[in-house]
């Protein structure tokens, strides 16, 4: 080979060697710069987002933590420096939702404590973990994304109470809004407020009183005798309730006196059957007295020959005869004190059964006056303040589950709501009206309406 051929095919090598380097060197960059990106991408996103939250809200809201119902989706990226690519672990890249124990069950980790962490220190224990049990390097990066929070309640005076998804910085009157606003089908600043149905509702609180003291006479046994307070009401309506319990009251003890007496009736019979099987039994006794003295005198007789077989015969068989009419007797008797017994049992069952349904109707009755009277005090108040502006006010209340169990928080429009609050919406008056306010204000717009009516 020539000094020239040499020197050509040493350059042609050196030529190619660079091209190799400079492939490789390229490769190397390009990768880095992908992976580079990868890792910086999360940061600069967080970058982002904070700040455009801190151009959104005055106040940076707190980081999510994590609970039961948190739906949550992992990725796990590995770089391989030997092949210069990053790897993805599908198996382990797939959506998860937080158990009720608080924790998640991850392929090649197994179940991690979820409840309680954000979502960047849950990816950073799911990487040791991984890193721990596989024996990889610190080149793995794990990372958390929220896919759907864990629900909120919402219940009581909204249009739409139920179950919703939660939303990061969430108020109390954001989540009523996400409920449908505000229940105002009664709001008393419209003036919607049926006065008919308030008088409807003290006629039914008439009726309950005068049945009440209707139920009280006949547990107690008693007559009818209604309380002064109720005969000298005017209400016209009152008075038909009273005269309509006491014909009930009627009814009861006509119908109570007419089983008594068919039962005392009966039990008369049995006890006439009875004087009449003991005056047969005394009859009977001398029978039977009777007959064992003949037949002691027929056995001396036939042991001494003055009789025959036959006459014994029919002397045993009548007092066999005796005997038997003395046992059907006794059969009758038992049957007979069976009986009247039963009677006097069906007597006492008759004013026991009266007892406890008069109980029980008294105890419905009085719980069903105690919810009238809560219920309509209520609605009295609010067609009492009806255009008032201060009389009403709306409260919230939230229910907050901790580790320690519910918490009772009492907050205001501006509070903000945690996934899975029970948010309650109340609407009601600054203080509520007895009883007789309610009477009262009813009868007023009752006889209000009357005159208007007779006016007219």
């Not at 990868?38 to 933590?65: I, L, M, N």
């Not at 006479?217 to 209400?235: M, V, W």
């Not at 009152?238 to 039990?267: T, Y």
């Amino acid at each position: 080979m020539s000094t020239s051929d040499f020197s050509r095919r040493l350059s042609d090598r050196r030529r190619c060697g660079r091209r190799k380097n400079l492939l490789a060197l390229t490769i190397c960059a390009v990768a880095a710069t992908s992976l580079g990106s990868h890792w910086s991408w999360g940061k600069d996103q967080e970058q982002t987002v904070g700040h455009d939250e801190t151009a959104a809200f005055v106040e940076r809201p707190a980081p999510y933590v994590l609970g039961p119902k948190d739906k949550l989706r992992v990725r796990a990226v590995e770089w391989r420096q030997s092949q210069s690519e990053a790897f993805e672990w599908k198996v382990l890249n797939q959506d998860y939702i937080v158990d009720a124990d608080g924790s998640i069950s991850v392929p090649l980790v197994g179940d991690i404590p979820a409840a309680g962490q954000t979502k960047t220190a849950l990816g950073q224990t799911i990487g040791e973990r991984l890193r721990a049990n596989l024996g990889l390097d610190s080149s793995i990066t794990v990372t958390v994304e929220i896919v759907e929070c864990r629900p909120f309640y919402v219940m009581g005076n909204v249009n739409k109470p139920g179950e919703y998804p939660y939303r990061p910085a969430m108020t109390v009157l954001q989540a009523v809004s996400i409920a449908g606003g505000y229940l105002t089908n009664r709001d008393p600043r419209t003036g919607v407020i049926d006065e008919n149905e308030m008088r409807g509702a003290v006629g039914v609180l008439s009726e309950l009183t005068a049945r009440k003291e209707r139920l009280t006479a006949e547990l107690n046994g008693k007559p009818l005798q209604y309380s002064p307070q109720l005969e000298q009401q005017n209400d016209p309506l009152m008075q038909v309730n009273l005269i309509q319990e006491e014909r009930i009251f009627d009814a009861n003890r006509e119908a109570e006196s007419k089983e008594l007496r068919s039962l005392q009736d009966l039990e008369d019979f049995y006890n006439q059957w009875i004087t009449l099987l003991n005056s047969q039994m005394q009859v009977n006794a001398k029978t039977v007295a009777l007959s064992n003295s003949q037949m002691h005198d027929v056995t001396s007789l036939l042991a001494n020959g003055l009789t025959t077989r036959r006459r014994e015969f029919e002397v045993t068989l009548q007092s066999t005869q005796v005997q038997s009419e003395t046992l059907r007797l006794q059969s009758e008797l038992v049957k007979a004190r069976q009986e009247l017994s039963k009677t006097k049992i069906a007597v006492t069952q008759i004013e026991s059964n009266r007892t406890m349904r008069a109980a029980k109707e008294l105890r419905d009755t009085q719980a069903q006056i105690n919810e009238m009277e809560r219920k309509f005090a209520l609605k009295a108040k609010l067609l009492i303040y009806a255009g008032d502006e201060g009389a009403m006010q709306r409260t919230f209340r939230i229910v907050r589950p901790t580790v320690a169990g519910a918490k009772e928080l009492v907050v205001a429009e501006g509070e903000r709501i945690q996934p899975g609050d029970v948010l309650e919406v109340n609407f009601e008056p600054r203080a509520v009206p007895d009883v007789a306010v309610i009477r009262g204000f009813t009868s007023g717009t009752a006889a209000a309406s009357n005159a208007s009516s007779t006016h007219e």
